[in-house]
């Protein structure tokens, strides 16, 4: 079962990330830039331009998502005589969904974007998405609700209804080019009921039905938090759902305000299957969840505690200090990437978002590994596994953070670097949090990928594109990560071990842990050099970068041959400097040569 849980889990991300394409792609109109199907003018792999590869890229996708719920499908039938029998109705139902979503999917091609086809394609999408939802939250769940009549539950079928046919008008209101059908926005037209002429109907029928489900989505929220009966999942999920209204109602304004920039487009699609996605969960908890057990304070997060204190506590969650070495390259990049022409305005947002990223990314990390920090010493005082924050709350905390970065990112800077900044977040999270860090100790070299990632955000966000130098800045915090965590590691081997937890130290041992750390540091002082030629650095940052990196290799040999823990917390300590100065050398160089 664990490893099902574990496929839907893919199967639901995957899906939400092609319900996103499938938005670019209608935001760019690229639906007909292959005018066949299933291949793309004639070709498996279609010419290179712009908009063939978003469509291309859309229906790549799709097929994974294809393949992925036959995978579901089959797995789903061998588990038939397990306890939750509903699990493999609910796999040959996506199963039965995928098949009419390929359907709907060439008609739509093949009849050139008829709006109603569309629009069937949307629904039928969102109904494939809940359905996986709910086979993963029901895959997940341990336990049973008794059936009774529950208001509640009735309350929040309702609402995901409501949401529904918001999302179908909204298509419709897409496909039929009556988007800016109102010019402005709370009004149109500077009035609350102008002339229903054109698309002027359809245009406020959407502002209208959003106005009812919102309605809707609050009354569900504070039902939600009324009686403390409750699981706190359910107030979870109720507060990810208000805030991501919040978002959406902000975003809908701003898409009229910026005449349907690709961006606001995009993002606004993105925040209405996220909120979608996150009231079918509340449906299904409510469903599978006891309908009341005895409230215990702890869910609350200790609410007797002073307000600053719990304030506090959320704002450990994002790991300030790790975030402060992530902004630091990130902001390197833009200055390096442009120097002397990045508005002071672009930087503010950029770290902005960037902080938010991060911080909900290290959020999910606390939620996911609560049971490993409960164990070590040095994480067991962290707010979650010492009780003071609740482990539901602390990720509707992180979803809502999560998603206003990306909002605020695609709005204020560009979509290039939100979707950099959101991919670091998911692979930290499924690929290093739930995948590598309890399986192998090439954890930490692998999962660095994410730490690297800001200075690629940092120089998207300035130049709007990637260029050989800041894969090089990649490369370089690539390579700096795992010398910089196997030093704590050998520092801390011993809670590493009591947590199960497979670091190098304790899978390897001592002196092979020495050994790389040694072999990585030597190889990223080398990678430092590839900015001179290929990134135009000058003679500053080459000496500079020789006498950081010498001064690095001479603690990392120092390691190798005292082999105690104050010469590992050395390297430790230094590799943070390190980072820090080699990425404010890049921007001096940058700037006197400017």
């Given at each position: 079962m664990k490893g099902f849980s574990r496929l839907v889990a893919v199967a639901v991300v995957a899906t939400y990330v092609l319900m996103v394409l499938g938005g670019l792609v209608r935001a760019t109109g690229a639906?007909?830039?292959?005018?066949?199907?299933?291949?793309?003018?004639?070709?498996?792999?279609?010419?290179?331009?712009?908009?063939?590869?978003?469509?291309?890229?859309?229906?790549?996708?799709?097929?994974?998502?294809?393949?992925?719920?036959?995978?579901?499908?089959?797995?789903?039938?061998?588990?038939?005589?397990?306890?939750?029998?509903?699990?493999?109705r609910l796999g040959f139902l996506a199963l039965g969904l995928v098949v009419v979503q390929v359907g709907l999917g060439a008609l739509t091609v093949r009849h050139e974007l008829t709006v109603w086809i569309v629009v069937a394609h949307l629904g039928a999408a969102m109904g494939f998405f809940a359905t996986l939802i709910v086979l993963a939250v029901t895959s997940m769940v341990g336990q049973r609700a008794v059936r009774r009549r529950d208001p509640f539950r009735t309350l929040a079928?309702?609402?995901?209804?409501?949401?529904?046919?918001?999302v179908?008008?909204?298509?419709?209101?897409?496909?039929?080019?009556?988007?800016?059908?109102?010019?402005?926005?709370?009004?149109?037209?500077?009035?609350?009921?102008?002339?229903?002429?054109?698309?002027?109907?359809?245009?406020?029928?959407?502002?209208f039905a959003a106005l009812?489900?919102?309605?809707?989505?609050?009354?569900?929220?504070?039902?939600?938090?009324?009686?403390?009966?409750?699981?706190?999942?359910?107030?979870?999920?109720?507060?990810?759902?208000?805030?991501?209204?919040?978002?959406?109602?902000?975003l809908g304004g701003l898409s009229v305000e910026y005449r349907l920039a690709e961006a606001m487009t995009v993002a606004h699609l993105a925040t209405a299957v996220a909120l979608f996605a996150t009231l079918v969960v509340l449906a299904v908890l409510a469903h599978a969840l006891p309908e009341s057990e005895p409230y215990r304070p702890e869910y609350a997060g200790e609410p007797g505690r002073p307000r600053m204190h719990r304030v506090m506590d959320y704002l450990a969650l994002t790991k300030p200090r790790i975030i402060v070495l992530l902004l630091v390259t990130a902001f390197a990049s833009m200055l390096v990437a442009a120097p002397g022409r990045v508005s002071p305005w672009l930087i503010v947002f950029t770290l902005a978002g960037g902080a938010m990223s991060a911080g909900a990314a290290n959020a999910i990390n606390q939620v996911l590994e609560r049971d490993i920090d409960a164990l070590m010493t040095r994480t067991r005082k962290r707010p979650i596994p010492s009780g003071r924050v609740a482990a539901p709350f602390a990720f509707a905390f992180a979803v809502l953070l999560g998603t206003a970065a990306f909002v605020?990112?695609?709005?204020?800077?560009?979509?290039?670097?939100?979707?950099?900044?959101?991919?670091a977040l998911l692979f930290y999270v499924f690929v290093y949090t739930v995948w590598l860090k309890r399986s192998t100790p090439q954890n930490i070299v692998i999962g660095g990928a994410a730490g690297a990632v800001p200075p690629l955000v940092g120089w998207a966000a300035a130049t709007g594109r990637l260029d050989p130098a800041a894969a090089v800045l990649f490369l370089i915090v690539f390579l700096w990560t795992p010398p910089h965590f196997w030093a704590l590691a050998l520092f801390r081997r011993d809670d590493y071990a009591?947590?199960?937890?497979?670091?190098?130290?304790?899978?390897?041992?001592?002196?092979?842990?020495?050994?790389?750390?040694?072999?990585?540091?030597?190889?990223?002082?080398?990678?430092?050099?590839?900015?001179?030629?290929?990134?135009?650095?000058?003679?500053?940052?080459?000496?500079?970068?020789?006498?950081?990196?010498?001064?690095?290799?001479?603690?990392?040999?120092?390691?190798?041959?005292?082999?105690?823990?104050?010469?590992?917390?050395?390297?430790?300590?230094?590799?943070?400097?390190?980072?820090?100065?080699?990425f404010t050398v890049m921007v001096v160089d940058r700037l006197l040569r400017a």
């Open positions: 639906g007909l830039a292959c005018p066949d199907w299933p291949l793309c003018r004639g070709r498996l792999l279609p010419p290179l331009d712009p908009l063939v590869i978003i469509e291309w890229c859309h229906r790549f996708v799709a097929a994974i998502v294809g393949l992925l719920t036959v995978a579901l499908a089959i797995l789903a039938w061998r588990l038939r005589r397990a306890d939750k029998r509903e699990i493999p079928i309702g609402t995901v209804a409501a949401t529904y046919l918001l179908l008008i909204g298509g419709y209101v897409s496909a039929s080019g009556a988007g800016l059908a109102c010019p402005d926005w709370p009004l149109c037209y500077g009035q609350l009921v102008p002339s229903l002429t054109g698309h002027v109907s359809a245009h406020l029928l959407h502002r009812l489900t919102g309605v809707f989505i609050i009354v569900t929220a504070t039902a939600a938090y009324r009686t403390q009966t409750r699981r706190p999942e359910l107030q979870a999920a109720s507060a990810i759902a208000v805030g991501l209204l919040i978002v959406q109602m902000i605020e990112m695609a709005s204020f800077v560009n979509l290039l670097a939100a979707i950099l900044s959101l991919a009591r947590a199960h937890v497979p670091m190098l130290p304790v899978v390897s041992g001592e002196s092979e842990t020495r050994r790389q750390i040694l072999i990585y540091t030597v190889v990223l002082v080398l990678s430092t050099l590839l900015l001179v030629p290929v990134g135009s650095m000058g003679r500053v940052y080459g000496l500079s970068a020789a006498v950081l990196g010498g001064l690095f290799v001479a603690l990392a040999m120092r390691l190798w041959r005292q082999r105690t823990p104050t010469a590992a917390m050395r390297v430790f300590g230094y590799s943070i400097v390190y980072l820090a100065l080699l």
